[in-house]
């Protein structure tokens, strides 16, 4: 059971949207109170999950045409619809009720506008929008808002910073898998911009493009004195790296894009590593 609610769940995403809140509470310049960090972690994570849950039962017949996603709980018959609704509702309540039960009304509102936005914005427009993945790139990128408000009471523009760097690094990040699984979207009626656009090149440029307006953008942090030099020099070379990764691997996307999206997930661990480890 506990593997089918993994599953369910999508536990590593979640890990991921935790992750990036954690980093937002420690980096917001206030008294770290492990108390409020642990209910933070707790409410988000399990907000998150049951957005998950509830993503996954609003799109249980589209996964069942995706062979990516054919062996999920829903189109596997592993449990019934019913029980998966029920879950992510209570899920998502329970981590809502708990932020605002411990006092974290900010982090609990901006929780809501992540959960909301994913599930009434973001799914829907995967069946309408090639759009859907920059509507997706918003929830994606909220989390450390939630993490600083959790902590400072506020969400001011230093949050904003780490927001908007998860938000363009959603958009390479997120292509390069619609690439390499773009048949499979395109039998469950996705509209992706894979789908739509089956010049290689045009999906090259937008990536190439993507990736290389990440790295300025990456510096803000420092610029805007949240972290130090060694998170400067390192968030600069880790995007000088990525741009490299861009060039050589999306010259052949069949070939290249899945290596430079595993390279992403990398990226961002170790951006998000040298913030806390550099924070001013």
Same mark, same amino acid.
């Given at each position: 059971?506990?593997?089918?609610?993994?599953?369910?769940?999508?536990?590593?995403?979640?890990?991921?949207?935790?992750?990036?809140?954690?980093?937002?509470?420690?980096?917001?310049?206030?008294?770290?109170?492990?108390?409020?960090?642990?209910?933070?972690?707790?409410?988000?994570?399990?907000?998150?999950?049951?957005?998950?849950?509830?993503?996954?039962?609003?799109?249980?017949?589209?996964?069942?045409?995706?062979?990516?996603?054919?062996?999920?709980?829903?189109?596997?018959?592993?449990?019934?619809?019913?029980?998966?609704?029920?879950?992510?509702?209570?899920?998502?309540?329970?981590?809502?009720?708990?932020?605002?039960?411990?006092?974290?009304?900010?982090?609990?509102?901006?929780?809501?506008?992540?959960?909301?936005? !994913?599930? $009434? %914005?973001?799914? *829907?427009?995967?069946?309408?929008? +090639? #759009?859907?993945?920059?509507? @997706?790139? /918003?929830?994606?990128?909220?989390?450390?808002?939630?993490?600083?408000?959790?902590?400072?009471?506020?969400?001011?523009?230093?949050?904003?910073?780490?927001?908007?760097?998860?938000?363009?690094?959603?958009?390479?990040?997120?292509?390069?898998?619609?690439?390499?699984?773009?048949?499979?979207?395109?039998?469950?009626?996705?509209?992706?911009?894979?789908?739509?656009?089956?010049?290689?090149?045009?999906?090259?440029?937008?990536?190439?493009? !993507?990736? $290389? %307006?990440?790295? *300025?953008?990456?510096?803000?942090? +420092? #610029?805007?004195?949240?972290? @130090?030099? /060694?998170?400067?020099?390192?968030?600069?070379?880790?995007?000088?790296?990525?741009?490299?990764?861009?060039?050589?691997?999306?010259?052949?996307?069949?070939?290249?894009?899945?290596?430079?999206?595993?390279?992403?997930?990398?990226?961002?661990?170790?951006?998000?590593?040298?913030?806390?480890?550099?924070?001013?």
């Amino acid at each position: 059971m506990l593997k089918i609610l993994s599953e369910l769940t999508k536990i590593r995403l979640v890990f991921l949207t935790v992750l990036s809140a954690m980093v937002g509470f420690y980096l917001a310049p206030a008294p770290f109170r492990f108390d409020d960090f642990i209910w933070m972690t707790l409410g988000t994570g399990l907000a998150a999950a049951g957005a998950m849950a509830l993503n996954e039962w609003m799109e249980r017949d589209e996964d069942s045409r995706m062979k990516r996603t054919q062996n999920r709980p829903l189109p596997a018959g592993k449990i019934q619809p019913a029980a998966a609704f029920w879950i992510g509702f209570v899920f998502c309540l329970a981590g809502l009720a708990l932020l605002i039960l411990t006092g974290l009304a900010l982090c609990a509102l901006v929780t809501i506008a992540i959960v909301g936005s !994913y599930l $009434f %914005a973001y799914t *829907p427009a995967k069946k309408k929008s +090639s #759009l859907n993945t920059i509507l @997706g790139a /918003i929830p994606g990128a909220l989390p450390p808002v939630a993490g600083w408000a959790a902590s400072a009471g506020a969400a001011p523009f230093q949050a904003w910073v780490l927001a908007s760097i998860i938000f363009l690094w959603q958009l390479p990040h997120f292509l390069s898998l619609a690439w390499v699984y773009r048949e499979d979207y395109e039998k469950a009626g996705f509209v992706m911009l894979t789908v739509e656009e089956k010049n290689p090149s045009r999906i090259r440029e937008k990536l190439m493009l !993507y990736t $290389f %307006a990440l790295v *300025p953008v990456s510096l803000l942090p +420092s #610029l805007t004195g949240m972290t @130090g030099k /060694i998170y400067f020099f390192g968030a600069l070379a880790l995007g000088m790296l990525f741009c490299w990764k861009a060039v050589r691997d999306l010259r052949d996307l069949d070939k290249g894009a899945k290596p430079f999206f595993l390279y992403s997930v990398f990226y961002l661990f170790l951006m998000q590593i040298l913030m806390v480890i550099d924070k001013a």
